[in-house]
């Protein structure tokens, strides 16, 4: 079992940036591909940012891209995301995900999340 447990949401104006952690424990993540996805009030879970446990190799959601950039340290047992430039549209729960197929990062198919951190964008 693997427990995800995520860290700097908050409130920030358009335009700023938030750097969101994911803790992981119970396993080491090395050998997972790693993820965030959000979910805005009344609408679907969305993905957000994944990174592949093999390469390295990242994919973004069309939303993001440019403006967000997810990392792991392996040694740490830690994944962040780097969210720039932020749109109140960017508005959401932000979780962190773990151990899902490369393939299928973008749904919601991922075996182990987290809590949920806030974060919120004002105009």
């Known amino acids: 079992q693997v427990q995800l447990v995520e860290s700097g949401g908050g409130s920030v104006q358009a335009g700023g940036s938030l750097r969101l952690s994911c803790a992981a424990s119970?396993?080491?993540?090395?050998?997972?591909?790693m993820g965030w996805l959000r979910q805005a009030p009344g609408k679907e879970r969305e993905f957000v940012a994944a990174i592949k446990w093999t390469d390295g190799r990242t994919r973004y959601g069309d939303s993001v891209k440019g403006r967000f950039t997810i990392s792991r340290d392996n040694a740490k047992n830690t994944v962040s995301l780097e969210m720039n430039s932020l749109k109140p549209e960017d508005t959401a729960v932000y979780y962190c995900?773990?151990?899902?197929?490369?393939?299928?990062?973008?749904?919601?198919?991922?075996?182990?999340w987290g809590q949920g951190t806030q974060v919120t964008v004002s105009s």
């Open positions: 995900a773990a151990d899902a197929p490369w393939t299928i990062v973008t749904m919601t198919s991922w075996r182990y």
């Open positions: 119970g396993r080491t993540i090395s050998n997972y591909n």
